[in-house]
């Protein structure tokens, strides 16, 4: 199966688009993808503990359990430039949760057998 790297862009601004950037990493993850989930911007917020359970939105299953998923059979990466604006550091974010770089999204977006999305 290929590997899929989704970036998620939106948080509490644009809900239903940072829900679906969660949905469907979680949704690949079940289907045996390889997946990445890049947190930019605003959805960099959901990197700390306890910051995905405040999330609501009506009809979308819960963020927090989505970036469990993702947690549990994937990969989850903090944008470095998007983490420093937001004074988020590596010894802050869920454990499991990494902060990289561009360098790091350019090499997995463009392996081999690799689709990126972007939400």
Partial sequence: MSSLVV????????????????????????????????????SSWFAIPGRAELFELPEAAPLAELLAAVLAGGR??????C???RSITADQVIP??????AQAF??????DD?????Y
């Fill in 7 to 42: 970036k998620a862009t939106a948080g509490v601004d644009a809900p239903e688009r940072c829900s679906q950037a969660f949905t469907v990493a979680a949704v690949a993850v079940a289907a045996g993808a390889s997946v990445s989930l890049w947190l930019t911007g605003e």
């Fill in 76 to 81: 989850v990466t903090v944008c470095t430039q």
């Fill in 83 to 85: 983490a420093a604006r």
């Fill in 96 to 101: 499991g949760i990494r902060i990289a770089g």
């Fill in 106 to 111: 350019v090499q997995e977006a463009l392996a």
């Fill in 114 to 118: 690799t689709q990126a999305l972007v």
